[in-house]
């Protein structure tokens, strides 16, 4: 491979990587508080009764 085009290619990849890495951040640390929960659990039904266990 040619150098100056292995020297594009690694700072063109480290550049979209730079720019990828706090935009995934974000998302996914962000995505938790606006829906109110973790992505995994499920919904809560807040018109549901309150029941005891006992």
Do not use: C, Q, W, Y
Not at 30 to 36: D, F, I, K
Request: glycine residues 8%.
């Amino acid at each position: 491979m040619h150098t100056d085009l292995r020297d594009f290619l690694s700072r063109f990849i480290g550049t979209v990587a730079m720019t990828l890495v706090p935009v995934v951040l974000i998302a996914f640390m962000s995505m938790p508080l606006n829906l109110g929960r973790h992505p995994g659990e499920a919904a809560v039904d807040t018109g549901a009764p309150i029941a005891h266990m006992t």
